[in-house]
């Protein structure tokens, strides 16, 4: 059965960093593309990025680009997403998902929870 498991999401300044993790398993990860999604109160779930099986192209929401870095270990079986110059309205929780971007998101995790606020 497909397994996802956020971590690493907590309260960050204005400017500040995270780096987000997703253990996975279940499937075989290095077949399958992965994304972030996030969804903030009140909105809807929307992409943040994709990367595909072997890491080779990468995708990424306009809001995002330039600040996150979607990458995978595909020896570890994990997705990570680094922030970087993180603002209020990423405030949102995240989720991790199998396939994802044009392929379409057929599995998702819990989610992990990120606010950023002074």
């Known amino acids: 059965q497909v397994q996802l498991v956020e971590s690493g999401g907590g309260l960050v300044q204005p400017g500040g960093s995270l780096t987000l993790s997703c253990a996975a398993s279940g499937f075989t990860f290095s077949s399958s593309a992965m994304s972030w999604y996030r969804q903030a109160p009140g909105k809807e779930r929307e992409f943040v990025a994709v990367i595909t099986n072997a890491g080779l192209t990468r995708n990424y929401a306009g809001s995002v680009k330039g600040r996150f870095t979607i990458s995978r270990d595909n020896a570890k079986n994990t997705l990570y997403l680094q922030m970087n110059s993180l603002k209020p309205e990423d405030t949102a929780v995240y989720y991790c998902?199998?396939?994802?971007?044009?392929?379409?998101?057929?599995?998702w995790g819990q989610g992990t929870q990120v606010t950023v606020s002074s």
């Open positions: 998902a199998k396939g994802g971007g044009s392929s379409g998101a057929s599995d």
